[in-house]
């Protein structure tokens, strides 16, 4: 399946996903307002946050290994079962940390202890969590493309289902419990559908394993667990920072532009996930990753460019639809922000090739470096600008970040 078919397929799950996401916004809107919207953003990036800590880093490394061990049954059981090992043993440390610590956490995090009972139901659900992230990981690696994107379809229908029921039977209070338990079911979805498959038995998942393996896995899964987690920390610092500074108000109207960019680039992170990774990762010869990457390019420049060029246009239509008059201040947010997510896009591409090549040196402190680039940004162009200034930061960083990207590309891949 090429970039082409596999966007096709990829955009049809991005199209239920926005739509899905569209309506959860705005019955999230409704019922929370702006600063509900920003605790639940909050909740969002730490569920996101613990899911790595909990073994969700290892998603990508087992999508690449899988691609890679193709042909190479033992080595390809090994590496899941060295997986799931290192995410049973995690998942058991934080959950008797959460159980145990939720108002702790819960003071922390969303400065009430009333969520508590949320981390605690978190702490319950978590490993499936993961496991569904883990089963995915392993469908994108043995290439079963429409079964990996008709289960990502189910889990933005569950979620959609979950956060409209609770949000209109118990306010925000459902709404966080929704976003706490959607994975969770969707697990259950998942084992059915791939129980039958010939690579899903439990004693592929149990082989014996070796320490290389453990080496291997986490000396690459370093790569997600720094990307994701200095992008939620980032946010989470921008999102406090604009409370601080300006009012959880303003801040709700930051998260509602941060929401809707994300949820337009999801076609594309979809697609590169799916599709650029396992095959980027089975490619030795540069002149081959070129040829993927420029038909890359042509795909996904053009289709970013047109949504921007679509929300922008449509801003005040998309406000008065998926929020409230509570969000106007958003309106001026678009511009720099849409603008940003086109330039992040010519460095996400690059950046494919180096996660695929195992280039960890580099993309580790990529990422640790543009994160603090972008919050350091953001201080300084908001206290100068107002809310603006948290897109003026964006744009600015994610140029910077894709010319480092493309500078890296040409010099260090071979």
């Given at each position: 399946?090429?970039?082409?078919?596999?966007?096709?397929?990829?955009?049809?799950?991005?199209?239920?996903r926005?739509?899905?996401?569209?309506?959860?916004?705005?019955?999230?809107?409704?019922?929370?307002?702006?600063?509900?919207l920003?605790?639940?953003?909050q909740?969002?990036?730490?569920?996101?946050?613990?899911?790595?800590?909990?073994?969700?880093?290892?998603?990508?490394a087992?999508?690449?290994?899988?691609a890679?061990?193709?042909?190479e049954?033992?080595?390809?059981?090994k590496?899941?079962?060295?997986?799931?090992?290192?995410i049973?043993?995690?998942?058991?440390?934080?959950?008797?940390?959460?159980?145990?610590f939720?108002?702790e956490?819960a003071?922390?995090?969303?400065?009430?202890?009333?969520?508590?009972y949320v981390?605690?139901?978190?702490?319950?659900s978590?490993?499936?969590?993961?496991l569904?992230?883990f089963l995915l990981?392993?469908l994108?690696?043995?290439?079963?493309?429409?079964?990996?994107?008709?289960?990502n379809?189910?889990?933005?229908?569950?979620?959609l289902?979950?956060?409209?029921?609770?949000?209109?039977?118990?306010?925000l209070a459902?709404?966080?419990?929704?976003y706490?338990?959607?994975?969770?079911?969707?697990?259950?979805?998942?084992?059915?559908?791939?129980?039958?498959?010939s690579w899903?038995?439990?004693k592929?998942?149990?082989?014996?394993?070796e320490?290389?393996?453990y080496?291997?896995?986490?000396?690459?899964?370093?790569?997600?667990?720094?990307?994701?987690m200095?992008?939620?920390?980032?946010?989470?610092?921008?999102?406090?920072?604009?409370?601080?500074?300006?009012?959880?108000?303003?801040?709700?109207?930051?998260?509602?532009?941060?929401?809707?960019?994300?949820?337009?680039?999801?076609?594309?992170?979809?697609?590169?996930?799916?599709?650029?990774?396992?095959?980027?990762s089975?490619?030795?010869?540069k002149?081959?990753i070129n040829?993927?990457?420029?038909a890359?390019?042509?795909?996904?420049?053009?289709?970013?460019?047109a949504?921007?060029?679509?929300m922008?246009?449509?801003?005040?239509l998309?406000?008065?639809?998926?929020?409230?008059t509570?969000?106007?201040?958003?309106?001026?947010?678009?511009?720099?922000?849409?603008?940003g997510?086109?330039?992040?896009?010519?460095g996400?591409?690059?950046?494919?090739?180096?996660?695929?090549?195992?280039?960890?040196?580099?993309?580790?402190?990529?990422?640790?470096?543009?994160?603090?680039?972008?919050?350091?940004?953001?201080?300084?162009l908001?206290?100068h600008?107002?809310?603006?200034?948290?897109?003026?930061a964006?744009?600015?960083?994610?140029?910077?970040h894709?010319?480092?990207?493309?500078?890296?590309y040409?010099?260090?891949?071979?």
């Amino acid at each position: 399946m090429n970039l082409l078919k596999t966007s096709m397929l990829s955009g049809i799950a991005t199209i239920v996903r926005i739509i899905c996401g569209l309506i959860i916004t705005k019955v999230v809107a409704v019922f929370a307002g702006p600063a509900g919207l920003a605790v639940i953003g909050q909740l969002q990036n730490i569920i996101n946050i613990i899911m790595l800590i909990t073994g969700d880093f290892l998603k990508t490394a087992t999508t690449k290994y899988t691609a890679e061990y193709q042909n190479e049954d033992n080595e390809k059981y090994k590496i899941w079962s060295s997986a799931l090992n290192v995410i049973l043993c995690l998942n058991v440390i934080v959950f008797f940390l959460f159980y145990l610590f939720s108002n702790e956490i819960a003071e922390y995090f969303l400065n009430s202890t009333e969520y508590a009972y949320v981390f605690r139901v978190l702490s319950i659900s978590l490993p499936f969590f993961v496991l569904n992230s883990f089963l995915l990981a392993i469908l994108n690696g043995q290439k079963e493309i429409k079964c990996y994107i008709s289960l990502n379809i189910t889990l933005s229908f569950v979620s959609l289902i979950l956060v409209c029921f609770l949000s209109y039977s118990y306010g925000l209070a459902g709404a966080l419990v929704a976003y706490v338990t959607n994975q969770s079911i969707v697990f259950i979805i998942t084992v059915i559908v791939v129980k039958n498959r010939s690579w899903f038995h439990l004693k592929y998942f149990f082989y014996k394993t070796e320490f290389v393996q453990y080496k291997i896995l986490l000396g690459f899964a370093l790569i997600t667990f720094t990307a994701i987690m200095a992008s939620n920390g980032s946010i989470i610092y921008i999102r406090t920072l604009l409370i601080d500074n300006l009012s959880a108000t303003l801040a709700g109207n930051w998260q509602a532009m941060w929401a809707l960019s994300q949820i337009s680039l999801s076609l594309i992170t979809m697609s590169l996930a799916t599709y650029l990774l396992p095959t980027l990762s089975q490619l030795k010869n540069k002149k081959l990753i070129n040829k993927e990457l420029i038909a890359a390019f042509k795909i996904m420049i053009p289709v970013t460019l047109a949504i921007s060029c679509v929300m922008y246009l449509l801003r005040d239509l998309i406000i008065m639809i998926l929020y409230t008059t509570e969000f106007t201040a958003m309106r001026d947010l678009f511009f720099w922000q849409l603008v940003g997510n086109s330039i992040k896009v010519c460095g996400w591409l690059f950046g494919y090739v180096l996660v695929a090549k195992g280039l960890v040196k580099y993309t580790v402190s990529s990422e640790i470096i543009f994160a603090l680039t972008w919050c350091t940004l953001t201080s300084v162009l908001v206290n100068h600008f107002g809310l603006i200034g948290a897109t003026y930061a964006f744009a600015i960083n994610a140029l910077l970040h894709s010319i480092s990207m493309f500078l890296l590309y040409k010099f260090k891949v071979q």
